[in-house]
């Protein structure tokens, strides 16, 4: 049987959303559930480079004033005294009075790249600025505790396409957008019909066989996100839906202990005021939403959320009322399980740049080490190559 170009393109368009390696290239019969109390990881990326100056702000800093004179946030949420968050995440303020929120400021790592894709690499495959991977931590992650796994479903990404982040040498995680839409997918005729299909040509097999992976995994995922539906109201944005589908999932008895969503785009070369508070009023819905959700069913002690993006921006603004790409930039962790809460470190010192960017102090590798040591108890040596401590803050 020969197979059509167009053929071959739908055949490989569904197999991406397994995205998976040799070892799981078989029917799979799925009965693998958490464990009581398992930890499970969220992790949302800000891409495109959120501005953390205009995140969390150094409210008594004459420097932050003076070089941002069009665009300080000059209304922030009070913290401390000397620190506030922007008033478009009152949520975010509610999460740190109640100990429900950790900021690790100043994260970044040395020779640091301002380009959205280098940047982005080095943040999801935790290279250092001269090294190329890949494979991304979380991957890795899964090729050290997934040696065992019967299917590839202990990480999840909310997307079309898997982010290089959950790219191992060995496994990959899933990615799909909509659950009902890769299930119905995987279900129409042409699909199913190939399912045992065998052909001589190895490309051509390798994606009959991931076909045949990706239509048990796409039913399972389904049914999954059906069996505990939440009644708790989201926003009706795409991160609104995103995390819907995800606190579905949590609820459920999946595998999954890691869920990717990303967010953007924080891009604000122009306009970065209006452009970034309407991100973070979605994000602050949404998070809210989420949270809530995961208190009232008991869960928020087992769940971390985890903020990134892959850099931050320059100190002073520029002369369209935005900020041009820069350096270090701070984290967000969420958990009813955390260990220190509040302001984990000092604000970023504005008195001490490089060329006008911030110089970080956190390296954001500890805290990979940290989640996969502390939270999902592996072997971070292992996945990292990191042997420089951790910290303590869950």
């Given at each position: 049987m020969l197979i059509k170009r167009r053929e071959f393109l739908k055949?490989?368009?569904?197999?991406?959303?397994?995205?998976?390696?040799?070892?799981?290239?078989k029917a799979l019969t799925i009965d693998e559930a958490?464990?009581?109390?398992?930890?499970?990881?969220?992790?949302?990326?800000?891409t495109g480079g959120n501005d953390g100056l205009n995140t969390i702000i150094p409210v008594r800093n004459d420097i932050y004033f003076r070089e941002r004179a069009g665009i300080a946030v000059r209304n922030a949420l009070s913290l401390d005294d000397e620190t506030g968050i922007n008033p478009a995440l009152p949520y975010f303020k509610e999460l740190y009075d109640n100990g429900e929120l950790s900021v690790l400021n100043n994260v970044g790592y040395?020779?640091?790249d301002k380009s959205h894709f280098r940047s982005m690499d080095i943040w999801q495959s935790a290279s250092r600025s001269d090294e190329y991977l890949d494979s991304g931590w979380l991957g890795r992650f899964l090729d050290e505790e997934c040696y065992r796994c019967e299917h590839?479903?202990?990480?999840?990404?909310?997307?079309?396409?898997?982010?290089?982040?959950?790219?191992?040498?060995?496994?990959?995680?899933?990615a799909f957008k909509d659950p009902k839409r890769l299930y119905q997918t995987s279900q129409e005729k042409y699909f199913t019909s190939l399912y045992d299909h065998h052909h001589e040509d190895e490309t051509v097999s390798y994606l009959y066989q991931t076909l045949g992976s990706t239509i048990n995994n796409a039913g399972y995922i389904f049914e999954k996100s059906k069996a505990q539906k939440t009644g708790q109201a989201y926003p009706d944005s795409q991160l609104g839906k995103d995390f819907r589908t995800v606190a579905s999932l949590i609820r459920s008895d999946i595998n999954t202990r890691v869920y990717y969503l990303s967010v953007g785009s924080f891009d604000t070369h122009v306009n970065q005021n209006e452009r970034q508070q309407k991100l973070f009023r979605d994000i602050n819905d949404t998070i809210k939403a989420f949270t809530e959700d995961m208190k009232n069913n008991g869960l928020f002690d087992n769940i971390l959320l985890m903020t990134f993006s892959e850099f931050g921006r320059r100190v002073a603004q520029n002369a369209s009322n935005g900020t041009d790409h820069g350096t270090a930039n701070q984290m967000f962790f969420i958990s009813g399980g955390l260990k220190k809460k509040g302001l984990l470190n000092p604000l970023p010192d504005l008195t001490r740049l490089n060329e006008g960017d911030l110089v970080y102090t956190e390296d954001f590798r500890k805290v990979y080490a940290t989640v996969l040591k502390k939270w999902l108890k592996a072997d971070a040596s292992k996945v990292l190559g990191w042997k420089n401590g951790v910290y303590d803050f869950i």
């Open positions: 055949i490989s368009s569904l197999a991406t959303a397994s995205l998976l390696m040799p070892g799981f290239l958490l464990e009581p109390e398992q930890k499970v990881l969220v992790v949302l990326q800000f040395p020779d640091p590839p479903t202990q990480a999840l990404e909310v997307d079309d396409m898997l982010s290089l982040a959950l790219k191992g040498e060995h496994n990959k995680a899933f």
